[in-house]
């Protein structure tokens, strides 16, 4: 089961650097497990920063982002965070689309 939820977050990152290639490479060596000394602290460094998201600099943005990166180590984090994504994702293709057809003028008839 937990094999998964981990392809599907490994599908998801895959996806993120697909979408994002400036960040394509720094997304992929977070990824590696080599990179955990580094992806767990920068995840807990995120969270603290987005739940201090009222500070100036600090934004509400960094707590999924820490929460992403922790879920790659943290298999109880998997599922709620690939989720998470994914309902993002649509939220986001939804309000682009509504977006776009408030701009394009109606047709003529």
Do not use: C, H
Not at 54 to 60: K, Q
Not at 95 to 107: F, L
């Amino acid at each position: 089961m937990m094999d998964k939820e981990r392809t599907r977050l490994e599908r998801l990152f895959l996806r993120l650097e697909a979408r994002f290639p400036r960040f394509a490479m720094v997304i992929y060596i977070l990824r590696q497990p080599w990179a955990m000394l580094i992806r767990v602290p920068l995840g807990i460094l995120l969270v603290i920063g987005g739940v201090l998201s009222f500070l100036p600099v600090l934004g509400l943005w960094m707590l999924p982002l820490g929460l992403l990166l922790l879920a790659i180590d943290l298999p109880f984090l998997q599922r709620p965070m690939s989720g998470l994504v994914l309902r993002g994702e649509r939220q986001f293709k939804l309000w682009r689309r509504n977006r776009r057809d408030r701009k394009s003028p109606p047709p003529a008839g």
